[in-house]
């Protein structure tokens, strides 16, 4: 008799490996690219007007500490101040476009002013009170113009019927009011950073 012995054959599965789907921008993040590039062009417009200006312009450094934190802490709030309010309105986000062009051209007319002799004569004490005050305050005016814009287009859809806004009014106010808390703590701390820093230009040699 004749015994016929099958081998069992294994079988090996590849792993296929799929590259992840790459996630597309959410909506809150192409605004802030947006307005980074709208500050950013600010910034240029505000350099080049400096280039261009034959007026005369000097930068002061103020060594008193609530001197600077109370002037520095005043500006700052009344672009977050505007961003807030007008957020509240469906037509409001214009603001928040506007805003962040006008700081941009403001930071970049300093800046420009500070460098427009060159690096090697730049006044160390102008720099120290300008350029950090500048940079946080001008990405706390960002944050601050996103959410209105968000805020804004969110009122607008609900005031013109849109049926897929399905968001509870009481919890997007919250969340606004959260939002603008913590804009807020770092417009303050723009401010004090402002007030330390000119503390320490008025006592450089």
């Known amino acids: 008799m004749t015994v ?18 790459r996630s597309a921008l959410s ?19 505000g ?26 802490l005043a500006a700052v709030m009344l672009y977050v101040a505007i961003c807030f309010f007008a957020g509240t309105s469906s037509a409001g986000s214009v ?6 062009l006008f700081k941009g051209m403001g930071a970049g007319f300093l800046s420009a002013e500070i460098f427009r002799s060159g690096l090697a004569s730049v006044n160390l004490q102008a720099a120290l009170n300008v350029l950090p005050f500048e940079a946080v305050s001008t990405a706390a005016v960002i944050f601050a113009a996103r959410e209105n814009i968000r805020m804004s287009r969110l009122i607008s859809e609900k005031a013109f019927g849109n049926k897929n806004i399905g968001v509870d009014s009481s919890d997007c106010l919250r969340l606004y009011l959260m939002k603008f808390g913590v804009i ?6 723009a401010a004090l950073i402002d007030g ?4 320490a230009a008025g006592n450089m040699p």
Do not use: M, W
């Not at 054959?9 to 799929?18: A, E, F, L, P």
């Not at 807020?184 to 701390?189: D, F, R, S």
């Not at 330390?196 to 503390?199: D, M, Q, R, S």
């Open 95 to 100: 603001c928040g476009y506007l805003l962040c």
């Open 184 to 189: 807020t703590l770092l417009a303050v701390g």
């Open 27 to 45: 909506p809150a993040k192409r605004i802030y690219l947006l307005l980074t590039a709208i500050s950013a062009a600010g910034v240029f417009i």
């Open 196 to 199: 330390l820093l000119a503390v």
């Open 47 to 72: 350099a080049c007007s400096v280039i261009n200006s034959d007026i005369p312009f000097e930068l002061r450094a103020e060594s008193s500490f609530s001197d600077s934190f109370a002037g520095s």
């Open 4 to 21: 016929n012995v099958q081998k069992r054959h294994s079988y090996r599965v590849k792993r296929v490996n799929r590259s992840a789907p």
